[in-house]
């Protein structure tokens, strides 16, 4: 048993990171111990866990366990958790009831809790003391280690926490079964050393390192010879790619390099507009497969909340920063992530909110009102604005921001655009995909689109999607 620990999980050292290419194998005690077995997956978060996801589906699937979209159905069932917010948590906590419901009338079934959740302290204490049931809680340093965990369990049913707070280590060479035949997500750091005082990110996610140039290149072209068209570069903060590493290559290097691969389309989240250079910028604007798009959060139109909450720019340098990229890239679109009710907003500090918006006008905006995080430095901080209060100002800004993410779409009614169908629309007999600039599209297609960047005629836009129809028929 290995509970985490939150102050350990604080340390940064000077230690370069390890990187382990092979750590992830399959004991001869489970080879195929999924033969003739379900396994279901709920994933919470953002995208950095559905590509965790992504890599616990291959390793199941190595046990020859098959995949069920229905919990009911399951043998394993697995939980891969966020820890961002308080509704994430709580979301967690509900499905928890769910499963303990099914464990108690199949004793068989195992369970298996994993993701940042289960990296604080508080969470996997709970799990030890109260939800004894668990069968398997790890950490999101150590998924690779998820058939020892299994033939553990196969030997011995008793709880197995093993949760790591530690900087962390590269991993190569994990399995993965991807979710789409034609975008991939491909990771190319881990963690984050930026400790924003709201968030719980580097406490739970480790120091930030990222990998080699070459495995990353290797990558994306395995990913071109399987036929997939586009790949986003996945981490916390990429434009700080490489920074770790101490070879003078960074984040415009790479960009570059993925571009010469040749692949169809290429993204990248999260930006921090701290690390994003003017060099990163000219490739963007260099390469026709680098998207003209950039998810640029600001968190804040104050400079004071900004301070308060580490984020190391003010509002002036990110306007100065969205204008040169808009200068580069007049039709660039720019989405952002915003928080209210930070401790001690003011009406001030959020009035400076709207106004950045107001003149930014971003493409989208993600809004969330501000979650004490345990262990935080802003769990800390006085925080005297009512829930009520807070509430409102979500509600003002995000009337704000739809309008203008409607203004921006509006621009598209009538225009040709370049978008990749990727999937069955929500809307029946339509198809789906999103333009270079991140626009999603419903098109009225044939399903032998799928898989291919066409030219879309847009015919009408809502805040959220576009429809369009096809210009080949
Ligand atoms: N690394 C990214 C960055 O620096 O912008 C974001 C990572 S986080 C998964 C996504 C967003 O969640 C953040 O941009 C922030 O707006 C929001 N967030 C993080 N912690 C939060 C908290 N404690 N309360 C409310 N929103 C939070
Ligand atoms: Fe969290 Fe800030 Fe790191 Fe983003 S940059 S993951 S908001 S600490």
């Known amino acids: 048993m290995n509970l985490p620990n939150l102050n350990d999980a604080r340390i940064r050292t000077k230690e370069k990171s390890i990187i382990k290419r092979d750590d992830y194998f399959v004991p001869l005690s489970v080879k195929n111990i999924g033969f003739n077995k379900k396994y279901y997956i709920l994933t919470y978060g953002c995208q950095m866990n559905v590509h965790d996801s992504e890599n616990i589906s291959a390793i199941m699937e190595d046990l020859k366990y098959c995949k069920t979209l229905d919990m009911d159905k399951a043998d394993v069932i697995i939980l891969n958790t966020c820890a961002i917010r308080e509704n994430a948590h709580n979301k967690v906590m509900g499905m928890l009831g769910r ?32 939800y004894k049931w668990v069968d398997i809680v790890m950490g999101t340093h150590n998924i690779h280690k998820l058939p020892i965990y299994l033939s553990n369990i196969n030997e011995d049913r008793k709880q197995d926490i093993e949760v790591f707070s530690i900087e ?9 079964k ?62 700080a790619y490489g920074k770790d590493l101490d070879i003078n290559y960074g984040m415009a290097n790479l960009l570059e390099d993925v571009a010469k691969t040749g692949i169809d389309r290429i993204r990248f989240v ?3 507009p701290w690390d994003f250079t003017t060099d990163m910028i000219k490739i963007i604007a ?16 104050s400079s004071r909340i900004l301070k308060l909450m580490n984020r190391r720019y003010t509002k002036e340098e990110y306007v100065s920063l969205f204008n040169k990229i808009r200068e580069y890239m007049p039709n660039c679109s720019i989405s952002t992530d915003i928080i209210v009710g930070f401790p001690g907003e003011t009406e001030e500090d959020f009035q400076d909110t709207l106004d950045i918006v107001n003149m930014l006008k971003f493409d989208l905006a993600y809004t969330f009102i501000y ?25 003002k800004l995000n009337k704000l921001v739809n309008k203008y993410a409607l203004m921006n779409n509006k621009k598209y009614i009538d225009k040709v655009v370049k978008v990749l169908i990727e999937g069955e629309s929500l809307k029946k007999n339509k198809f789906m995909g999103y333009t270079d600039t991140m626009k999603l599209v419903n098109v009225s297609c044939d399903k032998k689109y799928l898989g291919q960047i066409v030219d879309v005629k847009i015919t009408d836009v809502k805040t959220w999607s576009m429809d369009g129809v096809i210009c080949d028929d």
């Not at 108690?104 to 969470?123: D, K």
């Not at 979650?371 to 509600?395: N, Q, V, Y």
Request: aromatic residues 6%; glycine residues 6%.
């Open 99 to 130: 499963v303990k419901h099914l464990r108690e009338s199949n004793p068989n079934i195992i369970t298996v809790f994993c993701g940042c959740m289960a990296q604080e302290e508080g969470i996997s204490r709970e799990l030890k003391d109260k």
């Open 168 to 176: 962390g280590d590269i991993i190569e060479g994990i399995p993965v």
């Open 178 to 239: 991807r979710d789409s035949k034609y975008k991939a997500w491909v990771n190319i750091m881990y963690g984050c050393d930026k400790f924003c005082t709201y968030c719980i990110v580097p406490y739970t996610r480790g120091k930030q390192r990222s990998r080699l140039p070459e495995d990353i290149i290797n990558e994306v072209n395995n990913l071109i010879k399987d036929g997939y068209n586009e790949v986003t570069l996945l981490g916390q903060n990429v434009n």
């Open 270 to 272: 999260t930006s921090h």
């Open 286 to 301: 260099k390469y026709d497969n680098i998207m003209p798009y950039i998810h640029l959060p600001i968190q804040s139109g």
């Open 371 to 395: 979650s004490p995080r345990e262990g935080t430095p802003a769990s800390k901080m006085k925080d005297d604005i009512s829930l009520d209060t807070k509430k409102k100002r979500l509600d």
